[in-house]
């Protein structure tokens, strides 16, 4: 009896050992296969990996602090051709080019309630006294074409400096009319998306390229 009881002890783990290593699969029996080969492919490449450098972690561990420090967005302009020109050669001669946007931009024509041409500086001072006196603000216009005159205010449309002038021609002002100081525009504005510690303390090298426009924070 005890040999038989070996017999089939022995016999049961043949045949576990035969389905455990896929000897029985071609009769239809064995374990399932685990079949997940994308493990291979995310697999770490040993010999990719290499130990940094106290340099080289210094260096990286610098980069991961600028890049989790806040940033701001800043701009400037708008700029004409000519200005954009000299700003885009010191742009790229100081900075990577991932780090800023020349941006053009449409600048609509503007239209004033004007008066003048005056005759002199003080038939000009004159007319302002008097609007003055109107409780009204003129603004002197340098526009070529323009000079020694007032307006009585600016608006992106002629329908909107028309409707100011007929408010006027209520109040007295008889001699303003409308005329366009400005066609619309079309120029471009420099903008910094994401500006940290390291890229500010190189926007001094392009000052001198800004024709004078400070760098403002992003509306």
Request: hydrophobic share 45%; net charge positive.
């Amino acid at each position: 009896m005890l040999r038989l009881f070996v017999l089939l002890l022995v016999l049961a783990n043949g045949v576990y050992f035969a389905w455990s290593e896929g000897l029985l699969r071609a009769a239809g029996y064995g374990p399932a296969q685990q079949q997940e080969p994308q493990r291979l492919v995310q697999q770490i490449k040993p010999e990719a990996v290499r130990l940094l450098t106290s340099q080289e972690f210094k260096k990286a561990q610098t980069q991961a602090q600028a890049d989790l420090a806040p940033k701001e967005c800043l701009q400037a302009g708008p700029f004409d051709d000519e200005q954009t020109t000299v700003l885009r050669r010191a742009l790229e001669a100081s900075l990577a080019p991932d780090t800023w946007q020349l941006e053009t931009v449409v600048i609509p024509a503007r239209w004033i309630v004007y008066m003048g041409k005056f005759a002199s500086a003080d038939g000009l001072a004159k007319k302002r006294d008097e609007l003055a006196v109107m409780h009204l603000v003129p603004q002197i216009v340098n526009s070529p074409g323009l000079e020694m005159g007032l307006s009585l205010g600016a608006f992106d449309s002629q329908a909107g400096a028309t409707a100011e002038l007929a408010k006027l021609n209520l109040r007295g002002i008889r001699t303003a009319r409308v005329v366009q100081d400005q066609a619309q525009l079309q120029q471009t504005v420099l903008k910094f998306a994401a500006v940290g510690p390291e890229l500010k303390s190189k926007l001094n090298d392009i000052t001198p390229a800004l024709a004078g426009k400070p760098l403002k924070t992003c509306p």
